[in-house]
């Protein structure tokens, strides 16, 4: 079966760095593109970062664009979140996310989430 195993979160002050980790296992991983979601405490989980399956494609949405690098090793069945400059509004649990083909049906799958906190 599919699962998403995120790591990495933490409690990092303003203005310093983390790098997440997701291990993709149950599928062809080198075959899907991949994303990370996040969030904050009362908001609605929002799209921070997608790279195509061969990882020569990134996008980001606006508020990460040039602090959040995604990046992946289909080696290594992993895609990762270097996250940098780390401000408070930061703050939010942050998740793995696949969507596509499986077993000829359109399927979504997620991580349980990592926990990153920003301090001021």
């Known amino acids: 079966q599919v699962q998403l195993v995120e790591s990495g979160g933490g409690l990092v002050q303003f203005g310093g760095s983390l790098r997440l980790s997701c291990a993709a296992s149950?599928?062809?991983?080198?075959?899907?593109?991949m994303n990370w979601y996040r969030q904050a405490p009362g908001k609605e989980r929002e799209l921070v970062a997608t790279?195509?399956?061969?990882?020569?494609?990134?996008n980001y949405a606006g508020s990460v664009k040039g602090r959040f690098t995604i990046s992946r090793d289909n080696a290594k069945n992993t895609v990762y979140l270097q996250i940098n400059s780390l401000k408070p509004e930061d703050t939010a649990v942050y998740y793995c996310?696949?969507?596509?083909?499986?077993?000829?049906?359109?399927?979504?799958?997620w991580g349980q989430g990592t926990q990153v906190t920003v301090s001021s």
């Open positions: 996310n696949v969507v596509g083909w499986f077993r000829f049906k359109r399927e979504e799958y």
């Open positions: 790279v195509t399956a061969r990882g020569d494609y990134t």
């Open positions: 149950g599928f062809t991983f080198s075959s899907y593109n």
